[in-house]
């Protein structure tokens, strides 16, 4: 008889908990209503890009430079200006509580020095407490403020040989032209909803049966620990792929987010990330003695996971250690295949490192919990 | 040959030593009795025997298998029962042994399912889930369950507490119906009634086991006498019993009281004594096997003081 592996066995380990998760209704409902609700949630609420920035206006003048420079602001959609004031102080306070993100000031001689040509000047002061608010804001002024004046000055003013001299940058936005943010963040959602449900869900899959008494029963039965492995794993794997159609079904017809690469491609990055995140979670329960402890370890690795994956943050703009540090977690590897092959159709082989990083993972968690379960009570 | 022969089983925890040389030889078709109070190591060494622990020193074999090679024959040869339910509460009676058939490779799986479910009178209860049933049908349950591979050998740990009298009574007569078979059991129990039914008990203290034999070789090899006094004032005879040496165990049973101790000369002088003091009478009493687990326990309790 063979006690290393038989389908029939794996199969009466698959039956038994797919059993056991229908009669648990409530996790049953949480695992396909909470990705979908946080998708929405977070992919509505998440902006990188902030615009329509509450803004507060500081000025003595009416003049038609100050005008021009207001409305040349607000053309650009960072600035929304809410409120305005005739003293320094009281622009100051709005910034202080919070009212606003920035305070504009134009001097009352604004008018006159743009005319006279002697170096006029306004002031911004932007909340930096969160540098993201700030920077898409900021990064726009000089050019806008710049053009604006132009407008008003009539350009022949400027003759053809001075702007032939002028520097022109120009900045392709590729992958994603206008920036939006949910192109970015729907998919990496994916990852971190992925990582939550599956890997909180398996790191139960031995606890349970050790806190319920029914380990010893299971261990003095036929079932190999790679049955065992395998049965408790692969009913989450449907869960998962459930999950996943959900979330690309909504972030195709919800966010319109495009998919630009090969399907089969994507999916199969999905497949091995899922894997990963179902063995890993098996690991953490073959470490773990209670479901408390299992609870405690998913959170451990979770929001380490989450910060130094490249979710949040620009994974390029942390330190050197930091990057390493990410390189550990599969979220990262799979952030990287997810908008690749979505938002730039890279091919398999650009992305391969990648792909075969997260297959590493899966062998190194499987052998770790082959290794970690205990066939006796010992 | 012995379905269970095994020597000088031992086992410890963190340093504390659990089952301490344990020997013990059980005969086909014979059901064995494993006694002895709580924590005496009854447990641990069902599990040593059906391969869920690793015995530290000991060798011996099991179902002919041995028990340091080959545990997971063992395993899937004999049928353990647990002495916590631990089967699948959110599983129904069926789904659970469907389960089970399964693991074990059963063919075909609704064929053996549908017999273990008549077998054991479980048909009708068949969409219960095994988290709703009572305490019997829990253990029927149990039972069902472990004996569906037709295993030649059943470990029972503590079968029947929490069980009512007549599900106990149902149980018992299973059992002996398959030893009758040719199925070996070994069974752990507290209750005497149970001991009594048993071809021969094991008692364990302590991890050591202290003694063996049939219900009778037991009680005699105990050398233990007992005295039964009636009539007269037997409280007070109760309170005077107990503080004369030679008397090692005064219990009231109704309207009796059973004097028991280890010298005959010294306990009958006291009882003597005693029962002309408060007017009672006194004859000779048989020894059951309560009082020689009674003393088993106290001697146990004088040794580790």
Request: net charge negative; hydrophobic share 45%.
């Amino acid at each position: 008889m063979n006690t290393l592996f038989s389908l029939r066995r794996l199969h009466a380990i698959i039956l038994k908990e797919l059993i056991q998760m229908r009669r648990d209704r409530v996790t049953f409902v949480m695992m396909l209503g909470v990705p979908l609700v946080q998708l929405i949630l977070f992919g509505y609420a998440i902006n990188l890009d902030p615009k329509g920035l509450p803004a507060a206006l500081v000025t003595a003048s009416q003049d038609q430079y100050t005008r021009a420079m207001v409305s040349a602001l607000e053309n650009t959609g960072y600035y929304r200006f809410d409120y305005l004031v005739d003293s320094a102080e009281k622009g100051d306070r709005l910034l202080e509580n919070g009212t606003v993100s920035f305070v504009v000031t134009i001097p009352g001689d604004f008018a006159r020095r743009v005319i006279r040509g002697d170096h006029p000047q306004i002031l911004i002061e932007a909340d930096a407490t969160d540098p993201s608010v700030a920077s898409g804001a900021i990064s726009t002024l000089s050019t806008v403020a710049a053009q604006a004046l132009l407008r008003e000055q009539s350009a022949e003013v400027q003759s053809a040989r001075e702007k032939a001299r002028e520097l022109e940058v120009v900045v392709h936005r590729l992958y994603n032209p206008e920036g939006i943010t949910q192109y970015n963040i729907v998919p990496g959602l994916l990852g971190v909803i992925l990582q939550l449900t599956m890997v909180m869900m398996t790191s139960m899959a031995l606890t349970r049966e050790t806190e319920r008494g029914t380990m010893e029963n299971l261990l003095a039965m036929p079932a190999s620990p790679l049955e065992i492995m395998l049965g408790k794993v692969i009913p989450y794997l449907m869960v998962g792929a459930v999950q996943v159609l959900v979330v690309l079904g909504a972030a195709r017809f919800l966010f319109g987010v495009p998919f630009v690469g090969s399907m089969p491609l994507l999916l199969g990055g999905i497949a091995i990330f899922v894997m990963s995140l179902v063995l890993l979670g098996y690991t953490f329960s073959t470490l773990a003695r209670s479901q408390m402890q299992a609870m405690q370890l998913t959170f451990f690795f979770f929001l380490p996971s989450l910060m130094l994956s490249g979710f949040m943050f620009p994974f390029r703009g942390m330190p050197d250690w930091a990057q390493m540090l990410g390189e550990i977690f599969p979220l990262t590897h799979f952030l990287r295949v997810i908008r690749a092959v979505m938002l730039k159709g890279t091919d398999f082989v650009t992305i391969s490192n990648e792909i075969g990083a997260l297959f590493l993972f899966v062998l190194i968690y499987a052998g770790l919990a082959l290794l970690r379960f205990r066939r006796t009570l010992d | 040959m012995n379905v269970i022969d095994v020597h000088d089983l031992t086992k410890s925890f963190n340093g504390k030593t659990v089952v301490d040389h344990v020997s013990m030889a059980v005969g086909r078709g014979e059901i064995s009795g494993f006694l002895g109070p709580n924590g005496s190591g009854k447990t641990t060494t069902i599990r040593v025997m059906c391969g869920l622990l690793k015995p530290d020193t000991g060798h011996g074999t099991v179902l002919g298998h041995d028990l340091l090679t080959e545990g997971l024959r063992i395993k899937r040869e004999v049928g353990y029962m647990t002495q916590r339910f631990s089967f699948y509460e959110d599983l129904s009676i069926e789904e659970n042994l469907a389960f089970v058939a399964r693991l074990y490779e059963l063919e075909p799986v609704g064929q053996a399912v549908r017999d273990t479910l008549e077998d054991l009178g479980l048909y009708s209860r068949r969409r219960q889930l095994a988290g709703t049933l009572s305490g019997g049908w829990k253990q029927r349950l149990a039972l069902a369950a472990c004996l569906m591979h037709k295993p030649s050998l059943l470990l029972l740990d503590e079968p029947t507490a929490g069980v009512d009298p007549n599900a106990r009574r149902e149980f018992w007569d299973e059992i002996h119906a398959r030893a009758a078979d040719g199925l070996t059991v070994l069974v752990s129990t507290h209750y005497m009634d149970e001991a009594e039914r048993c071809h021969r008990i094991h008692y364990i203290s302590y991890g050591k086991l202290i003694a063996s034999g049939t219900v009778d070789e037991v009680v005699d090899n105990a050398g233990l006498f007992t005295l039964l006094v009636t009539g007269g004032d037997l409280a007070e005879a109760q309170k005077r019993l107990r503080r004369i040496e030679g008397v090692d165990q005064v219990a009231p049973f109704g309207v009796t009281l059973h004097v028991v101790g280890t010298d005959h000369d010294k306990l009958e002088a006291a009882v003597r004594q005693v029962s002309s003091e408060t007017g009672s009478q006194w004859t000779k009493g048989e020894t059951s096997l309560e009082d020689v687990f009674i003393q088993f326990m106290a001697n146990a309790r004088d040794n580790m003081a």
